[in-house]
């Protein structure tokens, strides 16, 4: 167990839905970071907070979006949902620092009929 | 933007060594990482670079070159339970961590 609890485990929606998916960091980890593995692909960064704020972006998508509220649980928003943002989506956490290795939560795998 | 590059399979005999290839293009090098996923299952941390060199860690160590833009997980005593995929990251001053695209190892008896 990594510390890191990902919220739900699985999702089911349909094209043209919204969805939240949840992330609480272990404890003590002020930075989450947010990734989308879809089949056969490696994991893509998305998003990382720090203490609240946005940090660094990767190839998110504008209907896509996330943030880290004050007691450092993240959120990542999915509207208008599309076939092929069907994938495993991983939250990590670490301290912070850049040496610090990422725990990884369990995922969410989100399918889109 | 960053680059990174790995092979995409390898196969190895169990007890036998296998090294693992990395290679890198990135602005704002701030050290490299190397994780393992079993299918289905999140990324566990293996191993962290960032000055040249071999870091040892029991079966599995981890080099890199800097200069090179190059770094590699070496496994030794190969078990089947380490049939699984090997990510390398590099992460950034930036706080940006890029994944590669995994390499896929399959030990056999």
């Known amino acids: 167990d990594s510390g890191v609890t990902q919220t739900p485990k699985h999702l089911i929606t349909a094209t043209g839905q919204r969805v939240t998916l949840r992330c609480s960091p272990r404890?003590?980890?002020?930075?989450v970071y947010w990734y989308q593995q879809s089949l056969d692909q490696g994991l893509q960064f998305l998003i990382q907070?720090?203490?609240?704020?946005?940090?660094a972006k990767g190839n998110i998508l504008e209907r896509f979006s996330a943030q880290q509220f004050p007691d450092l649980h993240s959120e990542l928003n999915l509207s208008s949902l599309e076939l092929g943002d069907s994938a495993l989506y991983f939250c990590?956490?670490?301290?912070?620092?850049?040496?610090?290795?990422?725990?990884f939560g369990q995922g969410t795998r989100l399918t889109v009929v | 933007g960053q680059n990174i590059d790995q092979p995409t399979e390898m196969t190895a005999t169990e007890g036998a060594i296998v090294q693992i290839n990395c290679t890198y293009q990135t602005s704002g090098f701030n050290g490299l990482f190397w994780y393992q996923q079993h299918a289905g299952e999140a990324p566990t941390f293996l191993s962290y670079n960032v000055l040249d060199g071999l870091e040892e860690k029991g079966r599995f160590s981890s080099f890199l070159s800097r200069s090179k833009g190059y770094s590699y997980l070496l496994l030794k005593e190969l078990q089947m339970k380490d049939s699984a995929s090997y990510l390398c990251?590099?992460?950034?001053?930036?706080?940006?961590?890029?994944f590669g695209d995994g390499t896929t190892l399959t030990v056999k008896p």
């Open positions: 990590a956490s670490s301290l912070g620092e850049p040496n610090t290795e990422a725990f």
């Open positions: 404890s003590g980890d002020l930075s």
């Open positions: 990251a590099v992460a950034t001053n930036a706080g940006k961590s890029t």
């Open positions: 907070y720090y203490n609240g704020e946005e940090r």
